[in-house]
């Protein structure tokens, strides 16, 4: 889904095979627009992630697609912090994981009964799209079908 929506964190980090140096375009743009925290708590809501959250670009913003890992622990007080500031909070349980599955699945159903929606990569870029008529539904469409095709421990 990287492919239609945006860049994965490797690629933003990814170096130039010929210099070794950091490809820095997508790199440059998240630091210009101060995107780039460093995560010091085991929650993402940093007193710098809280600040620009706040900030006019943001403000608005009360809708959270959280993925990551360990699900047992950062994702899930990130969740429960966002949870607590009253936003909605959409897990992508194929997108979080933990060393041990009994983690993850506590988790997961902590987050729930919570408040935290459960859904999946699939379901939720379809949710982001809206519709067919999306510029990018095809493209999602064609990823959607190739993805489904390979073996994990989600469709075995």
Do not use: W
């Not at 170096?15 to 140096?21: L, M, Q, R, V, Y």
């Not at 010091?40 to 710098?48: A, G, H, I, N, Y």
């Not at 600040?51 to 809708?63: D, V």
């Not at 993850?104 to 067919?132: C, E, K, N």
């Amino acid at each position: 889904y990287t492919k239609v929506f945006g860049p994965t964190i490797l690629e933003c980090f990814e170096k130039d095979a010929s210099t070794g140096e950091p490809k820095r375009p997508i790199l440059d743009q998240l630091l210009e627009n101060d995107l780039i925290f460093e995560k010091k708590l085991f929650s993402m809501l940093t007193p710098e992630v809280t600040t620009k959250l706040s900030s006019p670009e943001f403000s608005e913003k009360s809708s959270f697609l959280l993925v990551g890992i360990e699900a047992h622990v950062c994702v899930q007080q990130t969740c429960l912090d966002l949870l607590e500031q009253g936003n909605d909070v959409h897990i992508i349980v194929d997108g979080v994981s933990s060393q041990q599955p009994i983690d993850r699945q506590i988790a997961l159903q902590r987050m729930q009964a919570a408040g935290a929606y459960l859904t999946t990569a699939q379901s939720a870029a379809f949710m982001l799209m809206q519709s067919a008529e999306h510029p990018n539904f095809k493209t999602v469409s064609k990823l959607t079908v190739e993805h489904m095709k390979l073996k994990n421990e989600f469709n075995e």
